[in-house]
């Protein structure tokens, strides 16, 4: 008995099974500053950045200004130092990116924002940490350059639930068992009709 077809045809079962990968969230620019109240009171949410505690939303872990000798900001967490942020700017492709390599009590980043001129881009994934990421930034702001950089741990915020995916398997089980309703119903009306 040749298996390779059954091989074949469980292996495209199992890809179609397979989870698509999650990607960072862009969710639009906003108006102001990203922590205008103070970088100690700012907490971002999927809507914006707000000094209201009560929001549900992320607190700061870390800012870092723009420039060779960039200030620091540093959030919530005491074992943050700012070397666990490696961020690259390169003004001749308007391009940032970092890499965020966290200790072992670290948090975790779903949240961030980068500041340029009286606006902010925010962006999120509140499935997957964040550990790294590229932006042209031309494709954000009118001008070149940026201001600020920030960063934002998962907070009050929860976890979207998971969205539920029909494994195929399932789906050809609920196709038989509306098959054998629809066999038992035709059965009923053909045995009705007989008998009349």
């Known amino acids: 008995m040749d298996l390779k077809p059954y091989l074949i045809a469980s292996l495209l079962a199992l890809g179609a099974a397979a989870p698509a990968s999650a990607a960072i969230t862009y969710a639009g620019n ?15 949410t999927t809507t914006g950045v707000t000094n209201n505690a009560n929001a549900g939303g992320s607190s700061t872990i870390y800012k870092r200004d723009s420039g060779f000798n960039a200030d620091e900001d540093f959030g919530r967490f005491s074992s943050i130092s700012g070397r666990e942020f490696n961020i690259n700017y390169s003004g001749s492709s308007n391009i940032i990116s970092f890499v965020y390599t966290p200790g072992a009590n670290d948090p975790e980043i779903h949240y961030f924002t980068v500041k340029q001129a009286n606006g902010y881009a925010l962006f999120y994934d509140l499935a997957n940490a964040i550990t790294s990421a590229t932006l042209d930034l031309d ?4 001008n070149r350059g940026y201001s600020h950089i920030t960063f934002y741990d998962t907070g009050l915020t929860t976890t979207p639930p998971p969205v539920a995916v029909p494994e195929p398997a399932s789906l050809a089980l609920f196709g038989a068992g509306l098959l054998g309703l629809g066999m038992v119903r035709r059965r009923k ?3 009705t009709t007989t008998t009349a």
């Open 189 to 191: 009306a053909t045995a």
């Open 30 to 44: 906003f108006e102001g500053n990203d922590c205008g109240g103070g970088f100690a009171n700012c907490y971002a």
């Open 139 to 142: 494709n954000y702001f009118r």
